[in-house]
């Protein structure tokens, strides 16, 4: 038996992928759906029907995924892309996010590699360090908001604006006997 060719092996792959366990039923069953919905509204005749419904246009997407498969591989590794002169590889423009490298550089050797890699671990380790900070300041501030409002919910709050208003009048019978006139 002769290998199978590439659109075969295609076909095959894509096959199994997609389309393996697509159907509806397979997906989740008519009792399951059922139990999706209210207590009331199981017995309700519009489920089954929705369901088939459900069903039918899963099937319809089934197949049309099929004749995707069937079309693709049909134009197999012809119209396959090859890289143009000038086109730039994806391979290389993850170097160049990464480390800065320009695309006519090439590969890095090993050690230059492991040096820049180095340098980026460096750098995140600092972000994550300073963004544990950050967020250890927000819990803080949050863990003062909610005691502040606990204070305010039983009353302890409530003491100190007490407190305030009495000192608030204290100083203005300070300020009438100063200035001899009533504030």
Same mark, same amino acid.
């Given at each position: 038996m002769p290998p199978p060719t590439a659109a075969e092996t295609e076909t095959r792959i894509l096959t199994s992928f997609l389309l393996s366990r697509a159907s509806f039923?397979? &997906?989740v069953s008519l009792s399951d759906f059922t139990l999706l919905f209210p207590r009331s509204h199981r017995s309700n005749p519009q489920?089954? @029907?929705l369901y088939r419904t459900l069903q039918s246009q899963r099937n319809k997407q089934c197949t049309s995924i099929k004749s995707s498969i069937q079309r693709e591989a049909s134009l197999g590794i012809k119209n396959?892309?090859?890289p143009t002169t000038g086109a730039v590889d994806p391979d #290389? !423009?993850?170097g160049v996010e990464l480390f800065g490298a320009s695309v006519d550089?090439? &590969?890095l050797p090993l050690k230059e590699l492991i040096g820049e890699m180095e340098k980026v671990i460096g750098e995140l380790e600092r972000e994550q360090e300073e963004e544990e900070k950050e967020c250890e !300041? @927000?819990?803080?501030? &949050?863990k003062q908001a909610v005691g502040d409002l606990s204070d305010l919910r039983y009353g302890k709050l409530q003491a100190s604006? !007490? #407190?305030t208003k009495r000192e608030v009048e204290g100083l203005l019978k300070v300020c009438e006997k100063v200035?001899?006139?009533k504030a």
């Open positions: 039923p397979d &997906i489920i089954k @029907l396959t892309k090859k #290389a !423009m993850v550089a090439g &590969i !300041m @927000l819990l803080e501030r &949050i604006v !007490m #407190a200035t001899g006139q």
